[in-house]
Protein backbone atom coordinates (compact mmCIF):
# COMPACT_ATOMS: atom_id res chain seq x y z
CA UNK A 1 0.00 0.00 0.00
CA UNK A 2 1.08 3.33 -0.61
CA UNK A 3 -0.56 6.82 1.13
CA UNK A 4 0.78 10.26 -0.09
CA UNK A 5 -0.44 13.34 2.02
CA UNK A 6 0.21 16.56 0.19
CA UNK A 7 1.60 19.26 2.20
CA UNK A 8 -0.82 21.19 5.18
CA UNK A 9 -2.63 17.74 5.20
CA UNK A 10 -0.60 16.04 7.99
CA UNK A 11 2.16 18.22 10.27
CA UNK A 12 4.34 15.44 10.32
CA UNK A 13 6.97 15.88 13.60
CA UNK A 14 10.35 17.69 12.36
CA UNK A 15 12.61 15.03 13.35
CA UNK A 16 11.23 13.13 10.24
CA UNK A 17 13.04 15.55 7.97
CA UNK A 18 16.86 14.86 7.44
CA UNK A 19 19.16 17.29 5.96
CA UNK A 20 21.00 14.67 4.70
CA UNK A 21 17.78 14.38 1.74
CA UNK A 22 19.19 17.69 0.52
CA UNK A 23 22.58 16.72 0.07
CA UNK A 24 21.82 13.12 -1.36
CA UNK A 25 23.55 12.88 -4.99
CA UNK A 26 20.34 10.81 -6.01
CA UNK A 27 17.68 12.59 -7.10
CA UNK A 28 14.29 12.40 -5.04
CA UNK A 29 11.48 10.53 -7.24
CA UNK A 30 8.45 12.73 -7.20
CA UNK A 31 5.27 11.00 -5.29
CA UNK A 32 3.90 11.04 -7.93
CA UNK A 33 6.34 9.39 -9.57
CA UNK A 34 6.27 7.04 -6.88
CA UNK A 35 2.72 6.49 -7.41
CA UNK A 36 3.08 5.44 -10.51
CA UNK A 37 6.11 3.08 -10.19
CA UNK A 38 4.01 1.00 -7.26
CA UNK A 39 0.74 0.78 -9.72
CA UNK A 40 3.29 -0.22 -12.41
CA UNK A 41 4.62 -3.26 -10.57
CA UNK A 42 0.75 -4.07 -9.90
CA UNK A 43 -0.80 -4.10 -13.10
CA UNK A 44 -3.74 -7.01 -12.34
CA UNK A 45 -4.51 -6.04 -8.94
CA UNK A 46 -3.35 -2.45 -7.81
CA UNK A 47 -5.48 0.45 -8.48
CA UNK A 48 -5.19 4.09 -6.77
CA UNK A 49 -7.50 6.62 -5.63
CA UNK A 50 -7.31 10.70 -5.63
CA UNK A 51 -8.60 13.18 -3.61
CA UNK A 52 -8.13 16.73 -5.33
CA UNK A 53 -4.97 17.82 -4.04
CA UNK A 54 -4.99 16.63 -1.02
CA UNK A 55 -4.17 12.91 -0.87
CA UNK A 56 -3.50 9.62 -3.21
CA UNK A 57 -4.35 6.37 -1.94
CA UNK A 58 -3.08 2.92 -3.60
CA UNK A 59 -3.50 -0.31 -2.91
CA UNK A 60 -2.97 -4.15 -3.83
CA UNK A 61 -4.23 -7.06 -2.60
CA UNK A 62 -1.00 -8.90 -4.10
CA UNK A 63 1.35 -10.57 -1.46
CA UNK A 64 4.67 -10.33 -2.03
CA UNK A 65 8.16 -10.79 -0.31
CA UNK A 66 8.18 -7.80 1.84
CA UNK A 67 4.76 -8.43 3.34
CA UNK A 68 2.63 -11.86 2.70
CA UNK A 69 0.20 -10.60 5.77
CA UNK A 70 -3.85 -9.86 4.42
CA UNK A 71 -4.01 -6.49 2.60
CA UNK A 72 -8.17 -4.72 2.49
CA UNK A 73 -9.48 -1.68 1.20
CA UNK A 74 -13.13 0.27 2.22
CA UNK A 75 -14.36 3.66 1.40
CA UNK A 76 -17.79 4.51 3.19
CA UNK A 77 -19.39 7.77 3.78
CA UNK A 78 -16.29 9.53 2.14
CA UNK A 79 -14.30 7.69 5.19
CA UNK A 80 -11.01 5.60 3.42
CA UNK A 81 -9.26 2.92 4.73
CA UNK A 82 -6.14 0.66 4.41
CA UNK A 83 -5.89 -1.94 6.25
CA UNK A 84 -2.94 -4.87 6.32
CA UNK A 85 -2.89 -7.59 8.96
CA UNK A 86 -5.72 -9.54 10.89
CA UNK A 87 -7.81 -9.29 14.44
CA UNK A 88 -8.29 -11.92 15.84
CA UNK A 89 -11.55 -10.99 17.38
CA UNK A 90 -13.09 -9.35 14.17
CA UNK A 91 -16.12 -11.31 14.89
CA UNK A 92 -16.80 -9.66 18.60
CA UNK A 93 -15.75 -6.27 17.55
CA UNK A 94 -18.71 -6.70 14.52
CA UNK A 95 -21.22 -7.03 16.70
CA UNK A 96 -20.16 -4.86 19.38
CA UNK A 97 -20.40 -2.13 16.43
CA UNK A 98 -23.60 -3.36 14.97
CA UNK A 99 -21.99 -4.48 11.49
CA UNK A 100 -22.46 -8.01 9.89
CA UNK A 101 -20.53 -11.21 10.32
CA UNK A 102 -19.22 -10.61 6.88
CA UNK A 103 -17.18 -7.33 7.38
CA UNK A 104 -13.92 -7.27 7.26
CA UNK A 105 -10.77 -5.63 9.10
CA UNK A 106 -11.03 -1.90 7.11
CA UNK A 107 -15.07 -1.79 7.51
CA UNK A 108 -14.53 -2.64 11.12
CA UNK A 109 -12.19 0.29 11.77
CA UNK A 110 -13.60 2.71 9.62
CA UNK A 111 -16.51 2.31 11.57
CA UNK A 112 -15.10 2.50 14.64
CA UNK A 113 -13.36 6.00 13.97
CA UNK A 114 -16.97 7.40 11.83
CA UNK A 115 -18.65 5.98 15.64
CA UNK A 116 -15.99 7.66 17.72
CA UNK A 117 -15.48 10.47 15.90
CA UNK A 118 -19.45 11.41 16.16
CA UNK A 119 -20.41 10.54 19.43
CA UNK A 120 -18.18 7.71 21.03
CA UNK A 121 -17.87 7.59 24.61
CA UNK A 122 -14.57 6.29 24.68
CA UNK A 123 -10.80 7.61 23.74
CA UNK A 124 -9.01 6.75 20.55
CA UNK A 125 -6.48 4.37 22.99
CA UNK A 126 -8.67 2.44 24.60
CA UNK A 127 -10.80 1.73 21.12
CA UNK A 128 -7.13 0.30 19.71
CA UNK A 129 -6.72 -1.45 23.03
CA UNK A 130 -9.31 -3.19 22.29
CA UNK A 131 -7.92 -4.82 18.49
CA UNK A 132 -6.45 -7.99 19.19
CA UNK A 133 -3.44 -9.16 16.20
CA UNK A 134 -1.50 -8.02 14.23
CA UNK A 135 -2.41 -5.24 12.02
CA UNK A 136 -1.68 -1.37 10.58
CA UNK A 137 -4.03 0.94 9.10
CA UNK A 138 -4.10 4.34 7.19
CA UNK A 139 -7.62 6.34 7.16
CA UNK A 140 -8.38 9.63 5.38
CA UNK A 141 -11.32 11.30 6.33
CA UNK A 142 -12.06 13.17 3.12
CA UNK A 143 -14.91 15.09 4.32
CA UNK A 144 -12.69 16.43 7.53
CA UNK A 145 -9.74 16.23 5.59
CA UNK A 146 -8.25 14.30 8.90
CA UNK A 147 -5.80 11.08 8.76
CA UNK A 148 -5.73 8.65 11.56
CA UNK A 149 -2.84 6.05 11.61
CA UNK A 150 -2.47 3.60 13.72
CA UNK A 151 0.00 -0.04 14.08
CA UNK A 152 0.04 -2.93 16.18
CA UNK A 153 2.55 -3.49 19.32
CA UNK A 154 3.24 -7.27 18.13
CA UNK A 155 5.50 -5.76 15.15
CA UNK A 156 4.49 -8.12 12.91
CA UNK A 157 2.68 -5.56 10.36
CA UNK A 158 5.36 -3.09 9.23
CA UNK A 159 4.85 0.69 8.23
CA UNK A 160 7.50 3.17 7.10
CA UNK A 161 6.75 6.95 7.20
CA UNK A 162 8.80 10.07 5.28
CA UNK A 163 8.64 13.33 4.08
CA UNK A 164 9.03 13.86 0.19
CA UNK A 165 11.09 16.84 -1.19
CA UNK A 166 7.80 18.43 -1.36
CA UNK A 167 6.56 18.18 1.92
CA UNK A 168 4.56 15.69 0.92
CA UNK A 169 4.07 12.45 3.84
CA UNK A 170 4.25 9.40 2.28
CA UNK A 171 2.89 5.77 4.49
CA UNK A 172 4.14 2.65 3.20
CA UNK A 173 4.84 -0.97 3.99
CA UNK A 174 7.50 -1.13 1.49
CA UNK A 175 10.51 0.94 2.52
CA UNK A 176 11.56 1.42 -0.88
CA UNK A 177 8.54 3.47 -2.64
CA UNK A 178 9.34 5.29 0.91
CA UNK A 179 13.26 5.94 -0.09
CA UNK A 180 12.18 6.69 -4.30
CA UNK A 181 11.03 9.95 -2.73
CA UNK A 182 11.93 11.19 0.24
CA UNK A 183 15.97 9.93 0.11
CA UNK A 184 16.80 10.22 4.08
CA UNK A 185 13.95 11.53 5.93
CA UNK A 186 11.48 9.12 6.57
CA UNK A 187 11.66 5.73 9.57
CA UNK A 188 9.58 3.26 10.74
CA UNK A 189 6.46 3.72 12.34
CA UNK A 190 6.62 3.27 16.05
CA UNK A 191 5.03 0.30 16.87
CA UNK A 192 2.20 0.58 19.60
CA UNK A 193 1.46 4.05 18.40
CA UNK A 194 -1.01 6.04 16.65
CA UNK A 195 -1.14 9.76 14.64
CA UNK A 196 -3.66 12.06 14.36
CA UNK A 197 -3.47 15.56 12.38
CA UNK A 198 -4.85 17.75 15.70
CA UNK A 199 -2.66 15.81 18.11
CA UNK A 200 0.10 13.90 16.24
CA UNK A 201 2.19 10.78 17.12
CA UNK A 202 1.16 9.47 20.63
CA UNK A 203 1.96 6.21 22.27
CA UNK A 204 -1.71 4.24 22.80
CA UNK A 205 -0.11 1.53 24.34
CA UNK A 206 0.95 4.18 26.74
CA UNK A 207 -0.94 7.66 26.52
CA UNK A 208 -0.04 9.04 29.27
CA UNK A 209 3.66 10.09 28.05
CA UNK A 210 5.28 11.45 25.37
CA UNK A 211 7.04 10.21 22.60
CA UNK A 212 10.90 10.80 22.33
CA UNK A 213 12.40 11.64 19.07
CA UNK A 214 15.87 8.87 18.78
CA UNK A 215 18.46 9.98 16.20
CA UNK A 216 18.62 7.11 13.71
CA UNK A 217 21.95 6.77 11.23
CA UNK A 218 22.27 4.30 8.07
CA UNK A 219 25.08 1.83 7.08
CA UNK A 220 26.37 4.88 5.51
CA UNK A 221 26.95 6.92 8.01
CA UNK A 222 24.54 9.42 6.98
CA UNK A 223 21.31 10.68 9.27
CA UNK A 224 18.03 9.56 8.60
CA UNK A 225 14.86 10.76 9.97
CA UNK A 226 14.03 9.62 13.74
CA UNK A 227 12.88 7.18 15.16
CA UNK A 228 10.18 7.59 18.06
CA UNK A 229 9.88 5.66 21.13
CA UNK A 230 7.88 6.42 24.36
CA UNK A 231 9.62 8.52 26.76
CA UNK A 232 8.89 7.47 30.08
CA UNK A 233 10.33 9.85 31.67
CA UNK A 234 7.69 12.20 30.33
CA UNK A 235 4.55 12.34 31.46
CA UNK A 236 1.55 14.19 29.69
CA UNK A 237 -0.06 16.28 32.10
CA UNK A 238 -3.87 15.83 31.68
CA UNK A 239 -7.42 15.47 33.48
CA UNK A 240 -8.72 12.20 32.59
CA UNK A 241 -11.98 12.66 30.59
CA UNK A 242 -15.41 10.20 30.92
CA UNK A 243 -18.69 10.68 29.26
CA UNK A 244 -19.28 12.45 26.00
CA UNK A 245 -16.14 14.06 26.26
CA UNK A 246 -14.06 11.79 25.89
CA UNK A 247 -13.97 10.80 22.27
CA UNK A 248 -11.96 10.60 19.19
CA UNK A 249 -11.78 14.51 18.91
CA UNK A 250 -9.57 14.14 22.08
CA UNK A 251 -7.55 11.21 20.52
CA UNK A 252 -6.05 9.42 23.63
CA UNK A 253 -6.00 12.06 26.06
Not at 111 to 117: I, Q
Not at 169 to 182: F, L, Q, T
Request: aromatic share 12%; charged share 20%; glycine share 8%.
Amino acid sequence: MLAIFKKGVIDPPKELQSPASLQASIKAASPEETMKNFLSANPNNGFSIGFMDKALLAYSNHASSYNTLQRLFCGVNDIYCVFLGSLNNLCALNKHYGLSKCANEAMLVSEAYRTLRDRGPYPAHEVLKDLEGSFGFVIYDHKADTVFVALGADEKVKLFWGIAYDGSVMISDNVDHIKASCIKSFAPFPAGCMYHCETGLKSYEHPSYKMKAMPRVDSEGSMCGAYFKVDVYSKVNSMPRVGSAANWANWGQ
